[in-house]
């Protein structure tokens, strides 16, 4: 298939490793953070939401944490299999429910 | 529960012809997004829909795209005339009052 995106930083990790996917975000104001895993030739697949009243959560496998002071938020992935290879977006939540997506990054597991 | 659907999967046309793409969101979504998704980058939020009435299309160059919603559950999406940097793919998302979007598997356009 064809891929999503060519040139987008690219992070390789070992399978049955951790992965970590890091995102900043820009808008101080904004309460609804998502991750979304997009699958070469597919629409983005939502993986784990937070809010920012919160600081982390946990899903199966997955982990976001949320740090306001900095604006970041970040992906955790355990035990990373094959199937997880897929660029990995943020989006945050603004004014008016709008939802605006980050650059991506590539995740590419090694067997 | 049947996905987000849209057609066509792909198209090719060249520079200043038109073109369509039609969105059917997942039954009782009240909010209907369309989103261009240039290669290499994330998705670009053109128009939002809450029912048939418009939410947001700021990002939208109304010179040549237009976009409809007219019975509040499918839509369609134009662009007339297209140019080079049209190139991408159209995402359509719904959903409902929770925050989650749901997305289509896209409309891979190509202006040559």
């Known amino acids: 298939g064809e891929s999503v995106g060519l040139h987008l930083p690219t992070l390789s990790v070992q399978e049955g490793d951790n992965s970590i996917i890091n995102c900043a975000y820009s808008?101080?104001?904004?309460?609804?953070f998502i991750w979304y895993k997009q699958e070469s030739g597919k629409g983005p697949q939502f993986i784990i939401d937070?809010?920012?009243?919160?600081d982390k959560r946990q899903g199966q496998r997955v982990t976001v944490l949320l740090n306001k002071t900095v604006k970041h938020l970040s992906l955790q992935i355990a035990a990373t299999q094959p199937g997880d290879s897929a660029v990995y977006f943020c989006?945050?939540?603004?004014?008016?429910?709008?939802?605006?997506f980050g650059g991506g990054t590539r995740l590419m597991v090694k067997p | 529960e049947a996905g987000v659907a849209q057609s066509p999967r792909y198209k090719i046309i060249e520079k200043r012809q038109s073109v369509a793409f039609w969105c059917n969101p997942i039954s009782g979504h009240a909010t209907l997004y369309w989103y261009q998704q240039i290669l290499g980058q994330g998705p670009k939020l053109l128009i939002q829909?809450?029912?048939?009435?418009?939410?947001?299309d700021s990002q939208l160059p109304k010179d040549r795209f237009s976009a409809e919603r007219l019975k509040g559950v499918d839509s369609t999406l134009k662009i007339q005339p297209a140019k080079l940097e049209d190139s991408a793919v159209y995402l359509c998302?719904?959903?409902?009052?929770?925050?989650?979007?749901?997305f289509g598997e896209g409309s891979r356009l190509t202006v040559l």
């Open positions: 989006a945050e939540r603004r004014a008016g429910n709008m939802l605006t």
């Open positions: 808008n101080s104001a904004s309460d609804y």
């Open positions: 998302a719904s959903s409902s009052a929770r925050e989650e979007l749901f």
């Open positions: 829909f809450q029912n048939n009435g418009v939410v947001d």
């Open positions: 937070i809010r920012s009243n919160m």
